[in-house]
């Protein structure tokens, strides 16, 4: 499969932002999908992952409210919605897919099967 993030861009502290990320290639909807992101001089950081059922599962709690994801498996996309964002948000942001089932109870995190190049979000205070 192959995948494609969107959406990032410069924007101010307190926006909102969604990213898309597209997927291509094999049966979208039977992949777990996940989002990323690297911030300057830090390791990879998962995010969220959502499930072929559609419910998501959060890395850290403190991502709780500001980040949502779905997945639109009619388009072949998911996205990530991110609000208020802060400058330490500021990263490349990445999807990734697993075929694995049940990937998101896992220690998706980790790593996934297949990633897709990042969207570079900026955020300015």
């Known amino acids: 499969v192959q995948l494609q993030a969107s959406g990032g861009g410069l924007v101010q502290a307190g926006d909102s932002l969604r990213l898309s990320c597209a997927a291509s290639?094999?049966?979208?909807?039977?992949?777990?999908m996940g989002w990323f992101r690297q911030a300057p001089g830090r390791e990879r950081e998962g995010i969220l992952c959502i499930g072929t059922g559609a419910i998501s599962t959060y890395y850290t709690n403190s991502l709780k409210g500001r980040f949502t994801m779905s997945r639109d498996n009619a388009k072949n996309t998911v996205y990530l919605q991110i609000r208020s964002l802060k400058p330490e948000d500021t990263a490349v942001y990445f999807c990734a897919a697993d075929p694995t089932i049940g990937a998101c109870a896992s220690n998706w995190y980790d790593g996934m099967g297949y990633w897709g190049k990042g969207t570079l979000v900026t955020v300015s205070s």
């Open positions: 290639g094999r049966t979208f909807s039977n992949y777990d």
